[in-house]
Nanobody, 121 residues
Framework: QVQLVESGGGLVQAGGSLRLSCAAS????????MGWYRQAPGKQRELVAT???????MYADSVKGRFTISRDNAKNTVYLQMNSLKPEDTAVYYC???????????????WGQGTQVTVSS
């Protein structure tokens, strides 16, 4: 199976920056898309940003221009650079990847355990 381990969350003042990392490990043949989602208290989990294996990116409107997603395919790692953070960015951030476990196999989705990001005003 695939394990995703996130790091980099924490407490930051409004206007500050954080960088999240998520490393995938396990019996992985290849990883297609990787992404970040977040869930604030009392709200549904929402998409923050995704990146394909080729480097194409997509962002939620609420983070465009402030967040940057990137990945290191050799390390099966995805990053989320978060700048100009706002209190409304406070949430648990989850990493997700779409992985293929063997040549010609199906693609499966996997979630990380989540990392807390808290932005104080």
């Amino acid at each position: 199976q695939v394990q995703l381990v996130e790091s980099g969350g924490g407490l930051v003042q409004a206007g500050g920056s954080l960088r999240l990392s998520c490393a995938a490990s396990g019996s992985i043949f290849s990883i297609n898309a990787m992404g970040w989602y977040r869930q604030a208290p009392g709200k549904q989990r929402e998409l923050v940003a995704t990146i394909t294996s080729g480097g194409s990116t997509m962002y939620a409107d609420s983070v465009k221009g402030r967040f940057t997603i990137s990945r290191d395919n050799a390390k099966n790692t995805v990053y989320l650079q978060m700048n100009s953070l706002k209190p409304e960015d406070t949430a648990v951030y989850y990493c997700r990847c779409a992985a293929v476990l063997r040549r010609g196999g199906a693609t499966y989705g996997y979630w990380g355990q989540g990392t807390q990001v808290t932005v104080s005003s």
